[in-house]
């Protein structure tokens, strides 16, 4: 155990001080050498190592971004995602420590739109107990796409720095990682279409894993976001 940990706090040191190296890493940064004052580091699989990440960088400034379940899904599904809420199952202390065990009544399937919900609320669960505990910003995907100047500014507020005039210039276009025909869409159609393709079956498993973890004080099945 203390390997692992040696060596996740070399992966993490390298990754902050940018010395680590790698065409995926480096892809959107600068092929010239720079000297940055600050690093934004951005995670897209690694929520459960928040309890780990905002112990070893107290004064670091964490943002967690969230968005829907059901949409968040429904794209996994489209991208051939595989993940496995039976093998997070697996992992003893993590459902302990998180509080998760209630999540046992739905099964643990370990494929499909239901396992893949069950994992999002697992690894968000754990996120936003640490965004919380650690006095993070918590950032609604949905908040950040219809009210974007109110979301921005909380977030400058929080990091203590302004954003560039470029990221106006840049906010409606779609990422590289995005089909382009989504630049297209009103910010409503962008955090509403999922209406369309989910059944009530689907609403209903969702509104039950939500009222069963914490995550449902920021979402319900239905609805944008809750209250």
């Known amino acids: 155990e203390q390997d692992d940990d040696r060596e996740l706090d070399a992966a993490l040191g390298s990754i902050l001080d940018g010395t ?18 600050r690093r934004l580091v951005k995670e ?19 943002i967690f971004l969230v968005r829907h379940p059901i949409p968040v899904a429904f794209s996994q599904l489209k991208g051939g995602w595989k993940l496995s809420s039976r093998r997070l199952l697996e992992q003893e202390q993590l459902i302990d420590e998180s509080g998760l065990k209630a999540l046992s009544k739905f099964g643990w399937p370990d494929s499909g739109f239901e396992s893949l919900i069950l994992f999002w609320a697992i690894e968000n669960s754990v996120a936003l107990q640490s965004a919380r505990n650690a006095g993070a ?16 500014e909380k977030i400058e507020k929080y990091i203590e720095a302004d954003f560039p005039n470029t990221v106006w210039k840049r906010f409606d276009k779609s990422s590289w990682s995005s089909r382009r025909t989504v630049g297209d869409l009103s910010p409503a159609e962008k955090v509403n279409r999922w209406h369309r393709d989910a ?14 973890c914490e995550l449902g004080s920021l979402y319900d099945a239905s609805s944008i976001t809750h209250g």
């Open 20 to 37: 680590l190296r790698s065409p995926w890493s480096d892809q959107f940064n600068p092929i010239l050498p720079v000297t940055f004052k």
């Open 199 to 212: 059944s009530d079956a689907q609403v209903a498993f969702v509104a039950e894993v939500l009222n069963t």
């Open 137 to 152: 910003e918590i950032v609604r995907y949905e908040d950040l796409v219809l009210q974007p100047q109110q979301t921005l």
């Open 44 to 62: 897209v699989r690694a929520n459960l190592l928040a309890p780990w990440l905002t112990r070893k960088q107290p004064d670091a400034k964490f």
